[in-house]
């Protein structure tokens, strides 16, 4: 659930083509040497952005930024491409008697990263003072990157453009460090710039005259984090009826440092860190030899060779793509690797002894760019090797195009390995369904029946509207569920109720009727479509999760015993929920398909294994250390069905858990 806040600010942002009659917004202001800037100030905010250029403007060109803010804003941002994702940013915040500017990237609906193809160099004017911070800084990197299609980006300095700010809604964690965490925006907003009026001949003199001594840059340094935390935890304060997970769990491995957060585990299970430092590290990958791969956001894929006790002896960056940020999986017979980036999914020859890969190839296109949900995820399975799956989010809170499968949003698709089309499969003409109707199910996976399960972020914001009037029920409605698809070796045409029914979690907060757990309901019931229509058309989930969850992973046990399941946890919930590690009992029924042991009525079958010891003094956008919390995302069996977990925090973690 917890994109939809993020990303509503991201489709406010995402438009860069302008039409010739938008009006720009921005006023030149020139000082005494006939140096100019040209400069928009947000009355509203009290926010004031200034941008000078050179007279020539070919790509790659400097530029000057001036960030003027209140102090009551803990921190602003400034958007060179107007949008939140694949940008350059630029970031500011007072640090005493002066201000620290940031170089950020973000490639995902995270908290941005770092990002070194950007080089600052502080000018004249940075200063804090009682009411107001001010950074003034030559950019070198900010008006060209590579987008998400892997293709070069440049403004065009001598038109027009869109930009972006935002400011924060909390402290910065360290304002001294440029490296800092820091808290999701308050307020954003976007304006129309002239850039042509902010050309200089006297560009290169003027900077050079204005240089602070001595020059400082924000180029990223890695800062370390002290902590007091064990690598391994060890726990019994809760009982767990789960059954023995098999693998030995190593006591420590060398090299993978403390646990950046305190943790609590279920009574039984031993939980040990076999690596650290990553970024952002999402879905893991098991091959042939036993490897593991990780996808890290913003980054691309690292490769790291285990040992017999399942810790890592070697690591190297196997793919450097900072496009991937979800989506891996491996064709069966290990030769072949598949990652995916928002728009595409790639191919590689590969070889797990050596720890190399082939030429890529392009082999989907056309999946949506943009919107709220990023991440495109994948998975093979033995039972048919050739056929790809992959699974896209909506576009939006509401994505209510997405109600027909011919949109090719909030559904999963199959694709053919083995009959790729010259230049790829386009995602929305191409494959075939396997189900339409998951607003978001971030988590696939296979059973032992070779039968596909999925895991949905349901929406946020959520008010039921009954003769006009709107009762405000989002913070424990709707559920997030558990989605069984079934084969998918034919189409699965079937709906799963997105964008127009959801699941009831806590039947209290409707006041117009009487529900159950995992009753459809619907916003607005009407003559045409009501809470009824749901039963008839829509197919309702395996079983409903705690609201605001945000489930992001899920993977079965060897036995299909148990359904292991990542909370990512929220940012539309208060108290915050999730941020944990639980596990969901199944049994094989009497039609010999797996299902759930508990009722779709339950609000108990999901279990905690792994948890952080206040769930409320964690942060779902934020800051990147998500105010002390580790956040679970991808999970992997190795070879001895120990059940390896990442943490995409900053501080960017994989654990191994099994029973001590």
Request: net charge neutral.
């Amino acid at each position: 659930m917890r994109s939809s806040q993020l990303v509503g600010s991201a489709l406010a942002l995402a438009s860069t083509v302008l039409a010739q009659e938008d009006p720009v917004d921005s006023k030149l202001v020139c000082d005494a040497s006939n140096f100019c800037f040209s400069t928009y100030t947000d009355a509203g905010s009290g926010l004031s952005f200034g941008i000078a250029l050179p007279s020539k403007v070919q790509d790659p060109y400097d530029a000057v930024i001036s960030i003027t803010s209140p102090v009551k804003h803990y921190w602003t941002g400034f958007a060179w491409g107007g949008n939140m994702v694949w940008n350059p940013l630029t970031l500011a915040w007072a640090n005493g008697k002066t201000t620290t500017v940031s170089s950020r990237f973000a490639f995902g609906i995270s908290l941005p990263q770092a990002y070194d193809q950007a080089e600052y160099t502080y000018l004249k004017g940075t200063v804090t003072n009682s009411t107001h911070y001010t950074m003034v800084a030559r950019c070198r990197g900010c008006t060209g990157w590579q987008n998400n299609e892997d293709v070069r980006y440049a403004l065009n300095g001598t038109g027009t453009t869109q930009f972006a700010w935002a400011y924060g809604a909390g402290a910065v964690e360290n304002p001294a460090s440029n490296m800092s965490a820091f808290n999701v925006h308050e307020e954003y907003s976007k304006w129309i710039h002239d850039l042509g009026a902010a050309r200089n001949t006297n560009f290169d003199a003027w900077v050079a005259s204005n240089l602070l001594a001595p020059a400082a840059t924000s180029t990223p340094v890695v800062s370390s984090t002290k902590t007091t935390a064990p690598t391994t935890v060890v726990t019994s304060v809760k009982p767990s009826t789960t059954p023995v997970v098999k693998g030995t769990i190593p006591a420590t491995c060398a090299g993978a440092g403390s646990a950046a957060f305190q943790s609590v585990l279920a009574s039984g299970w031993k939980a040990t860190k076999v690596l650290g430092g990553l970024t952002n590290p999402r879905s893991i990958q098991f091959d042939t030899l036993g490897n593991m791969l990780v996808v890290q956001s913003g980054k691309g894929i690292s490769y790291h060779v285990m040992d017999a006790n399942g810790c890592v002896t070697s690591t190297k960056q196997l793919i450097a793509l900072n496009s991937l940020n979800h989506g891996i999986a491996l064709s069966v017979d290990g030769k072949t690797l598949y990652a995916s980036s928002m728009t595409q999914v790639y191919s590689w020859p590969y070889d797990a002894a050596a720890g190399t890969l082939g030429t890529r190839s392009t082999i989907i296109t056309g999946m949506y760019n943009g919107g709220s949900h990023l991440t495109r995820t994948l998975l093979l399975g033995a039972a048919n090797p050739n056929l790809l799956v992959v699974s896209h989010g909506s576009n939006a809170n509401l994505d209510m195009a997405s109600s027909t499968a011919k949109t090719g949003r909030a559904i999963i698709k199959v694709f053919d390995v083995t009959k790729i089309p010259s230049g790829g499969y386009n995602y929305v003409s191409g494959g075939y369904n396997a189900g339409f109707g998951q607003r978001n199910d971030v988590g696939i996976t296979f059973d032992n029946n070779n039968h596909l399960w999925g895991v949905e972020n349901s929406a946020d914001e959520f008010k039921r509207t009954i003769n006009g009037q709107a009762k405000d029920i989002h913070n424990n409605n709707p559920s997030e569920k558990i989605h069984y698809m079934g084969p998918i070796t034919t189409p699965n045409e079937k709906w799963y109720g997105y964008p127009t029914c959801f699941t009831v979690w806590q039947p209290s907060d409707f006041t117009d009727k009487t529900f159950k757990v995992g009753d459809w309901f619907v916003l607005t019931p009407n003559t045409t479509f009501n809470d009824a229509s749901c039963n008839s058309q829509a197919v309702a989930p395996a079983l409903t999760l705690f609201p605001h969850s945000a489930p992001i992973d899920l993977k079965f046990d060897a036995d299909n015993s148990n359904l292991y399941i990542t909370y990512h946890g929220s940012w539309n919930r208060s108290p915050t929920t999730g941020f944990k590690l639980v596990a969901v009992a199944m049994t094989k029924g009497a039609d010999g398909n797996y299902k759930p042991v508990e009722p779709i009525t339950s609000t108990t079958a999901a279990k905690d294994i792994f948890w952080n010891p206040d769930v409320t003094k964690c942060a779902g956008n934020g800051p990147s250390f998500s105010s002390g919390c580790f956040r679970p995302a991808g999970l992997g069996w190795d070879k001895a069905q120990r059940l390896y977990m990442t943490s995409d925090t900053s501080a960017g973690e994989v654990w191994v858990l099994g029973k001590s």
